[in-house]
């Protein structure tokens, strides 16, 4: 029994050819939109590269990208298909091209799908991707004299700034690395000699963070450095005040950033794939529709499309078989090619008679 049989009748089937030929051209910007989602991301992940660990996480955007584009191209040919049937001599053309089309799309929905389920899962990937490249960034902040790192300490300051957050986990990230110059530094001065001889890697460390880490909404001068020491500030305590320092660490500023664009993205990418597998049953009912016609002279006549020739179970357990024997067939073919090539090794005995 096929699945899904509908009756149509010629006013039917013009009516479902108009509305897919309408559809295809909504799927047409649709593709258009995701393809700029894909652009947009791509290009948000490009400006904060130097903060990440790996190019891992363009797989998104670059699978948006080129979605986008099947899309375009898929859909503007499934209109044109739609546009023809209207005329039985035009749509001729297209007949044997329609089951190797429908197939295609199936698999590309499949690929939507898929690439949706993506953007909503990435946020693992993505965190452990910006902890090592937010880790190295601030390794280099104070590189400013290196040719290929001197960028490091504005990007890290624009990202704070922007971002509002302060180091990788928190603003202490930055009480582990020496953040300052070695060429700020006066090593006549006893106390930076001190700090040095104190670190076994004579690091200058210091509890304090960069001036991109300060709140400007708190009302008091921004406390920077010597941040646990309560008694280098009036009215100071560590332990209790509300200090004017970002709190939350880049990190999972920047995984809460991407992760709510993807999630939005993985939505509309889902929102698309329902749109195209509605197209595509649309498609596959106007296909069997116009093949099953009766009397091809006579297009007013009533005919039957359906989505699956037989029921689920039937068509499953119909690829199944048609698996095996194309298996079985490669297998006799790579004996049979095994065995002349056996054949062709052996080299014929000669007997000398003396």
């Given at each position: 029994?096929?699945?899904?049989?509908?009756?149509?009748?010629?006013?039917?089937?013009?009516?479902?050819?108009?509305g897919?030929?309408?559809?295809?051209?909504?799927?047409?910007?649709a593709?258009?939109?995701?393809?700029?989602?894909g652009?947009?991301?791509?290009?948000?992940?490009?400006?904060?590269?130097?903060?990440?660990?790996?190019?891992?996480?363009?797989?998104?955007?670059?699978?948006?990208?080129?979605?986008?584009i099947?899309?375009?191209?898929?859909?503007?040919?499934?209109?044109k298909?739609?546009?023809?049937?209207?005329?039985?001599?035009?749509?001729?053309?297209w007949?044997?091209?329609?089951?190797?089309?429908?197939?295609l799309?199936?698999?590309?929905?499949?690929?939507?799908?898929?690439i949706?389920?993506?953007?909503?899962?990435?946020?693992?990937?993505l965190?452990?991707t910006?902890?090592?490249?937010?880790?190295?960034?601030?390794?280099?902040?104070r590189?400013t004299?290196?040719?290929?790192?001197c960028?490091?300490?504005?990007?890290?300051?624009?990202?704070q700034?922007?971002?509002?957050?302060?180091?990788?986990?928190?603003?202490?990230?930055?009480?582990?690395?020496?953040?300052?110059?070695?060429?700020?530094?006066?090593?006549?001065?006893?106390?930076?000699?001190?700090?040095?001889?104190?670190?076994?890697?004579?690091?200058?460390?210091?509890?304090?963070?960069?001036?991109?880490?300060?709140?400007?909404?708190?009302?008091?001068?921004?406390?920077?450095?010597?941040?646990?020491?309560?008694s280098?500030?009036?009215s100071?305590?560590?332990?209790?005040?509300?200090?004017?320092?970002?709190?939350?660490?880049?990190?999972?500023?920047?995984?809460?950033?991407?992760?709510?664009?993807?999630?939005?993205?993985?939505?509309?990418?889902?929102?698309?794939?329902?749109?195209?597998?509605?197209?595509?049953?649309?498609?596959?009912?106007?296909?069997?529709?116009?093949?099953?016609?009766?009397?091809?002279?006579?297009p007013?006549?009533?005919?039957?499309?359906?989505?699956?020739?037989?029921?689920?179970?039937?068509?499953?357990?119909?690829?199944?078989?048609?698996?095996?024997?194309i298996?079985?067939?490669?297998?006799?073919?790579?004996?049979?090619?095994?065995?002349?090539?056996?054949?062709?090794?052996?080299?014929?005995?000669?007997?000398?008679?003396?």
């Amino acid at each position: 029994m096929a699945l899904l049989k509908v009756k149509f009748n010629q006013k039917k089937r013009v009516k479902l050819a108009q509305g897919l030929w309408l559809m295809n051209w909504f799927s047409v910007f649709a593709g258009i939109l995701v393809f700029s989602m894909g652009l947009f991301l791509k290009i948000e992940l490009r400006k904060r590269s130097e903060v990440m660990d790996n190019s891992e996480s363009h797989f998104v955007p670059n699978s948006l990208i080129l979605m986008g584009i099947l899309s375009c191209a898929f859909n503007g040919f499934a209109g044109k298909i739609c546009y023809d049937s209207l005329d039985p001599a035009k749509f001729a053309k297209w007949k044997p091209l329609l089951k190797p089309y429908l197939a295609l799309c199936f698999f590309f929905n499949i690929l939507i799908f898929f690439i949706a389920l993506i953007c909503f899962l990435m946020r693992g990937s993505l965190e452990s991707t910006l902890a090592q490249g937010l880790k190295n960034g601030m390794k280099f902040y104070r590189d400013t004299d290196t040719p290929g790192r001197c960028f490091m300490k504005k990007t890290i300051d624009m990202l704070q700034i922007e971002f509002k957050c302060c180091g990788n986990n928190g603003f202490k990230d930055w009480f582990e690395i020496q953040w300052i110059s070695n060429r700020y530094l006066d090593f006549s001065s006893k106390e930076v000699k001190d700090r040095i001889k104190s670190n076994v890697d004579g690091r200058y460390l210091v509890d304090g963070v960069p001036f991109s880490c300060c709140n400007p909404s708190s009302p008091r001068p921004c406390i920077q450095y010597q941040v646990t020491n309560n008694s280098a500030h009036y009215s100071y305590d560590y332990q209790t005040e509300e200090l004017n320092l970002w709190r939350r660490g880049c990190r999972e500023a920047l995984l809460q950033y991407y992760s709510s664009m993807m999630s939005s993205m993985g939505a509309v990418v889902l929102l698309v794939w329902l749109f195209e597998m509605s197209v595509m049953v649309g498609l596959r009912l106007l296909h069997t529709s116009l093949e099953s016609i009766a009397n091809p002279e006579d297009p007013e006549c009533e005919s039957e499309g359906w989505i699956l020739e037989n029921s689920l179970k039937d068509t499953l357990k119909s690829a199944l078989e048609n698996l095996k024997k194309i298996g079985k067939f490669n297998q006799v073919e790579a004996d049979a090619e095994g065995a002349e090539g056996e054949e062709g090794g052996k080299t014929p005995a000669i007997t000398t008679v003396s």
